[in-house]
């Protein structure tokens, strides 16, 4: 017999193993404890789509996603974007670089007159410009302004211009981009329906004038 029970039962020990024994247990232990470090939280948010979140800990700043390809933009936080900068830029006709700050701001208005203040001929060139971290943003935007605008073409263009350039990144991740495309088309059939009907009455009141002039000639 010995400490750790019968002498024949005990396994033979690791020479490189240090012969450590506690009273009362049958397995060595060098006394070795090993334990993970705790980190203070002082504050988590999520964002809007549900997919990632971030905290604010002792550690610095912890950004987490369900998608593996998530980028951060460190651009949305400094102090430099402001709506006078939006101005300036918007100014001096760099369209671009007012557009992704209009959008970091997340005011409607203040993209709404990005928008509208942007050259048809300049849309292809503000759209290459936005990056992949943006173009869920771009895509609501657009879709919000569509529905109250009366320049449906002009905002065709942008839908045309952003697949054209984006069309790949999209489709590879279009889970990510499902709710865009959802409200976007959702816009785009309704305003298509309001303008069939109104462009269904003109042509129909056109008719009717054209078999009125008919009977007066006639007459």
Request: hydrophobic share 35%.
């Given at each position: 017999m010995g400490e750790g029970g019968a002498i024949d039962g005990v396994e033979e020990e690791d020479v490189h193993e240090p012969n450590l024994h506690i009273p009362?247990?049958?397995?060595?232990?060098?006394?070795?404890?090993?334990?993970?470090?705790?980190?203070?939280?002082?504050?988590?948010?999520?964002?809007?789509?549900?997919?990632?979140?971030?905290?604010?800990?002792?550690?610095?700043?912890?950004?987490?996603?369900?998608?593996?390809?998530?980028?951060?933009?460190?651009?949305?936080?400094?102090?430099?974007?402001?709506?006078?900068?939006?101005?300036?830029?918007?100014?001096?006709?760099?369209?671009?670089?007012?557009?992704?700050?209009?959008?970091?701001?997340?005011?409607?208005?203040?993209?709404?007159?990005?928008?509208?203040?942007?050259?048809?001929?300049?849309?292809?060139?503000?759209?290459?410009?936005?990056?992949?971290?943006q173009l869920e943003r771009l895509l609501n935007f657009v879709s919000k302004c569509m529905a109250t605008s009366p320049h449906l073409e002009f905002y065709m263009e942008w839908c045309l211009h952003i697949l054209q350039h984006h069309g790949m990144y999209l489709q590879k991740h279009r889970g990510r981009f499902m709710r865009s495309f959802r409200a976007l088309f959702k816009v785009i059939s309704t305003r298509f329906e309001e303008l069939k009907g109104m462009c269904d009455n003109n042509s129909f009141t056109l008719q009717f004038i054209?078999?009125?002039?008919?009977?007066?000639?006639?007459?």
């Open positions: 009362g247990a049958k397995r060595l232990d060098d006394g070795s404890r090993k334990s993970k470090q705790e980190v203070l939280t002082q504050q988590v948010s999520f964002s809007a789509t549900g997919r990632e979140f971030a905290t604010v800990s002792t550690e610095g700043l912890h950004i987490y996603s369900l998608d593996e390809d998530m980028i951060f933009d460190p651009i949305g936080l400094t102090e430099s974007i402001t709506p006078s900068a939006v101005m300036r830029h918007l100014k001096n006709k760099q369209y671009g670089t007012a557009l992704r700050m209009s959008m970091h701001l997340n005011e409607l208005s203040f993209v709404h007159q990005v928008f509208e203040e942007t050259p048809y001929s300049s849309i292809p060139h503000v759209v290459k410009v936005v990056g992949p971290e054209e078999e009125q002039g008919r009977l007066v000639m006639g007459l």
